[in-house]
């Protein structure tokens, strides 16, 4: 009888509920840390800032695609799934990374690009040359371009088709995004199959997971819009029954840019994707401060459908691409690009590319409002590389690369990136006089005990000590003030019957807001503030009111019973 | 199970310092206890009361009391803070007990409940509010039971209302989950509790703070309110649909509708209003032709009595005006008379809400921007509400005269709002007055 191997996962705990409680950190590696000084960031680079990482305190890293690439699309152009780009260091470089995160305690996940390939991926290479080389159907091909056309067009600023005749060939492949990326053709076994020896690949090395590019697309059927398909769901649960059964522990996070109602079928029955992304959160927690009311933000909550129990969403304020706007209506897509893009270069597709800081106009209490809410809605949260510091960006580089500038870690050369010379850095650092690294830095931050870093830190310190915010039930609290959104944690130990609750309670105005919450049913309760555990008066059978700073928020663990450090007591 | 008479002396004092007492100033009203139910014999004793209270030549008024009854030992910390709820000691079958208002028992408030929507099941419950005509308790956040303290025949508007919205399909309402009935008399009704919701007024107060704060144009605003106005105008649109289908609708007589209006404006008597104007918009009312259908309408239509939930904007409240007669509450009129009441509640938000920062003198600039307000919300409103599909059909054909009969029912809802402010908080009258000068302006 042979047990599943758990290879190098000796350092964590044996948990594989541990997403579900996990705070993540997206790293851009050629943005993070740059060891050989060529202006690139690479994996020993990151690897020598994994002490940095265990410090603040975050439980996985989620890496963009490392994979070899001729990076046309940022590295989602894979050209050989095996390979490390060069740039970034050798398969060796990634196990050590892999094995040194474990040894602190933090795992590693990297996105994975199933839907498709580079051109330049040997696999293309020999499908298009003939009709009938071993890799011809390896990709979908089709004598003209009109199969289909009810798909939509993803990539609307670059691309006119999801076909594209290939001359080489003399017929049209099928692309869902850039035309350099020709789609894979899951319908072939051998193609299905290879997917799932990458994938295995990964995990053998060490890797706890995928953040799964772009899944809706993996299958074309007639007649359809080629989202969402069946096929596509049996595919992704065959691949979950292979890793459960190969890598107990390790999870899969899909990436399906859908109104929640929809992104649910990607948990299928417990048996599909361990977590997807909740987009439409986020640009309401946007639109919600702008109006400083919290109807935007419980409105798409309660929308959002129960998930089963062994789930999670990822919730997150900002990531590598752009502000999503493609969840919500046109309305308020109108609203939020009146409220953060004066500037038409700040708009890209249908979203807004800007960092958290400028978004927030670099309000730190903002700021701290947004991570106190992205820590406390249910979801696993997903951090940006360099939000713990207020990074900002810089939108007059093109693309999406406005919010991809390096890692500030000193208010030294290049911001302690890379001794490369400035020319040579894949981007240039910030130097302005707001967000610039002399002013913004991990360095400073880390020596200033009452800085944005440090709020971070201790505010991952709480989340970590209560599972309750990872796992816990949710409940939206009635309260008169619309500015005001309080809500409710809560599991209960099925053993014991102990019961763990946090009262989350959030000012979304500018102004100071007072507060009367409906909390009769914990009469005989003590709250107490979880970043002092300083105890606030028992909650009794009249509203508990509560007054809010402008952007205040509370986080309180309830206690059921007197409390012995309760403040009226002490002084009598 | 009780002393009819200590009762009716006890009530002599209680009643008149109830908030639904409709008897005004008079501090000695004759009593008279008309019905003593017992729905639940032990202690603590459940007593369903209705109380006739004769005030002047007006005669009796028949109140709903529901009476808690604890042995005179028992401590009743509900009570707390709450003299108005104790009405006084009486005897009973029992032995002497104390009587109280037997919605602050949480105990007894449980057992109406159940008494009323047998179906449903609370833990806790509590006082919501108590309004001028009834009192409603929330049951663990999810069910709103409210009571009617002033009796009259013929079945409660907001139940009849609420129950027929429902049943054509209207989905901006709570549909009644249980209702009391005695003979002809409603009592009581449940509805679901529209938990975390805001009341319409709240949020237009949040996006008039945030206009005074930034000083911008309203469109340049965060909080602007327009996008929420034009949603309100739709679920307004959709609930005339509604009535239409569940009242029909009748050819109405405008002459009459212009008749009420002059009728109000003769009984608030001289208050620097100019009358000759406002006949001369009644007039043209009077004799106009296209003024479209009557239905069955809200009739006491504001921003207070709309919720904005996480389902969308609800309607609440279908009493109508609680100072009109019901058979009168019932006739169908214009669902312009909606409308322009919810026009005339953006204005009192803008007025409120400078009202609220206590500016010592006038800010011009702020006048400016609450009219700007106004302006956007209502043009919002009415856009939400004109763009249904459907509701041409209960509107005048022509704009001008659809124009015609809002304006004349907003300047009928303004003259009642300076007689109401005169009479109530006469340093608020300025609003409405206001409004009137500036609907008499128009040409």
């Known amino acids: 009888m042979t047990e599943p191997q758990r290879p190098t996962n000796l350092w964590l705990p044996d948990d594989d509920s541990w997403f579900k409680k996990a705070v993540f950190y997206e790293v851009l590696l050629r943005g993070f840390n740059d060891s050989n000084d060529d202006g690139t960031g690479d994996l020993v680079g990151l690897t020598e800032k994994l002490d940095y990482l265990e410090w603040l305190g975050v439980d996985c890293l989620w890496l963009l695609p490392f994979y070899e690439s001729p990076l046309r699309d940022g590295g989602y152009d894979i050209s050989d799934f095996f390979n490390v780009l060069p740039e970034y260091g050798t398969i060796g470089d990634a196990a050590n990374l892999i094995e040194e995160a474990h040894r602190r305690g933090i795992r590693v996940i990297a996105d994975m690009v199933m ?22 159907d390896w990709y979908v091909w089709n004598d003209d371009d009109t199969r289909w056309s009810e798909a939509r067009i993803i990539f609307t600023d670059t691309e006119v088709s999801n076909w594209t005749l290939d001359p080489v060939r003399g017929q049209y492949y099928w692309h869902r995004f850039f035309h350099h990326q020709p789609d894979l053709n899951y319908d072939n076994p051998e193609v299905a199959q290879g997917m799932l020896d990458v994938v295995r690949f990964w995990l053998d090395l060490g890797l706890d997971g995928f953040r799964l590019d772009a899944v809706p697309y993996l299958f074309e059927r007639d007649g359809t819009d080629g989202e969402n398909l069946k096929e596509t769901h049996d595919y992704l649960k065959l691949l979950r029954k292979e890793i459960d059964t190969s890598h107990p522990g390790t999870v899969v996070l899909a990436e399906a840019n859908q109104w929640p109602a929809d992104v649910v079928d990607y948990f299928g029955d417990d048996d599909e994707c361990h977590m997807c992304f909740h987009f439409p959160l986020m640009p309401r927690m946007y639109m919600a401060l702008r109006r400083e009311e919290r109807h935007p933000i419980t409105e798409i909550l309660a929308q959002t459908p129960a998930i089963p129990d062994g789930c999670q969403w990822g919730i997150f304020l900002r990531n590598h691409d752009e502000l999503t706007l493609e969840m919500v209506t046109d309305e308020e897509r109108d609203y939020m690009y009146a409220e953060y893009a004066n500037d038409p270069r700040m708009k890209i597709n249908v979203g807004i590319r800007r960092r958290l800081a400028p978004l927030l106009d670099n309000d730190r209490r903002v700021a701290e409002l947004f991570h106190a809410l992205l820590y406390s809605l249910p979801g696993s949260p997903i951090m ?173 663990s309830l206690t059921e019973g007197a409390s012995s450090t309760d403040p009226t007591t002490e002084i009598s | 199970m009780i002393d009819t008479a200590t009762l009716e002396k006890v009530l002599h004092d209680h009643l008149p310092k109830q908030r639904w007492f409709a008897g005004g100033d008079d501090p000695a009203p004759a009593v008279r206890v008309a019905s003593v139910k017992v729905l639940k014999g032990d202690w603590p004793v459940l007593l369903h009361v209705v109380a006739e209270a004769a005030h002047g030549a007006a005669g009796a008024t028949p109140y709903q009391l529901l009476i808690g009854l604890r042995p005179p030992e028992e401590l009743e910390v509900f009570l707390e803070g709450k003299v108005e709820a104790y009405i006084g000691e009486v005897e009973t079958e029992l032995g002497p007990a104390h009587a109280y208002d037997a919605v602050f028992d949480p105990e007894l408030a449980i057992h109406l409940l159940h008494h009323i929507a047998p179906g449903a099941d609370a833990e806790r419950a509590r006082v919501l509010h108590v309004e001028q005509s009834n009192t409603s308790i929330i049951y663990d956040e999810k069910l709103f039971l409210k009571l009617f303290r002033q009796l009259s025949a013929g079945g409660n508007p907001d139940i009849e209302v609420t129950t027929a919205l429902a ?219 004109r763009a249904v599909e459907g509701i041409d059909a209960l509107l005048p054909s022509d704009p001008a005269a659809c124009d015609l009969v809002e304006a004349s029912f907003e300047l009928d809802k303004a003259i009642y709002e300076v007689g109401y402010e005169l009479s109530h908080r006469p340093d608020w009258v300025v609003i409405p007055r206001a409004a009137v000068d500036r609907l008499l302006e128009a040409p």
């Open chain 1, 115 to 136: 839907n498709h390939t580079s051109d330049a991926h040997p696999w293309f290479q020999e499908s298009r040359k003939d009709r009938t080389n071993d890799k011809a």
């Open chain 1, 384 to 556: 940006y590389y360099g939000d713990e510091i207020l990074m900002g960006d810089n939108i007059y580089l093109g693309d999406r690369d406005g919010v991809r500038t390096p890692m500030q870690w000193t208010p030294d050369r290049n911001g302690g990136f890379s001794k490369a010379d400035f020319a040579q850095l894949y981007l240039p650092s910030l130097m302005d006089p707001v967000y610039g690294y002399s002013a913004v830095n991990v360095e400073s931050q880390q020596r200033n005990p009452s800085s944005f870093l440090h709020w971070i830190r201790r505010m991952l310190e709480v989340r970590k000590a209560h599972p309750v915010f990872g796992i816990g039930s949710f409940e939206v609290l009635s309260a008169e003030n619309p500015s005001v959104l309080a809500f409710i944690r809560e599991t209960v130990d099925e053993a014991t019957g102990q019961r763990d609750v946090v009262l989350c309670v959030s000012n979304l105005s500018r102004f100071a807001q007072p507060v009367e919450l409906q909390l009769a049913h914990f009469e005989g309760w003590v709250p107490h503030e979880l970043l002092g555990r300083v105890p606030f008066p028992p909650i009794g059978e009249l509203p508990y009111f509560v007054t809010l700073a402008p952007y205040g928020f509370y986080w309180f």
């Open chain 2, 167 to 385: 049943a054509a399909g209207f989905a901006g309402v709570a549909a009644p989950l249980g209702v009391w009935q005695e003979d002809d008399f409603d009592l009581a009704v449940v509805n679901e509790f529209l938990a975390g919701g805001s009341e319409g007024f709240a949020l237009a107060l949040n996006s008039l703070r945030d206009l005074y704060d930034r000083r911008e144009p309203p469109e340049a605003c965060g909080g602007d309110f327009a996008p929420e106005a034009r949603r309100l105008g739709i679920i307004t649109a959709r609930l005339h649909l509604a009535m239409a289908e569940a009242f029909g609708t009748t050819d109405p007589d405008a002459s009459a509708w212009a008749a009420d209006m002059v009728g109000q404006l003769e009984r608030l008597g001289d208050v620097g209003i100019d009358t000759g104007a406002a006949r001369a918009v009644y007039e043209r009312l009077a004799s106009a032709t296209d003024v479209g259908r009557a239905t069955r309408i809200h009739g006491d239509y504001h921003l207070g009595q709309v919720m904005r939930t996480d389902a969308g904007w609800f309607v609440l409240d279908f009493e109508g005006e609680p100072n009109r007669p019901v058979e009168e509450r019932r006739r169908p009129s214009s669902p312009l008379r909606d409308v322009a009441g919810m026009v005339r509640s953006f204005h009192y938000a803008t007025a409120v809400a400078i009202r609220d920062r206590g500016d010592e003198v006038v800010d011009e600039e702020l006048a400016e921007l609450a009219r700007a307000w106004e302006a956007r919300n209502t043009f919002a409103f009415r856009e939400g509400y």
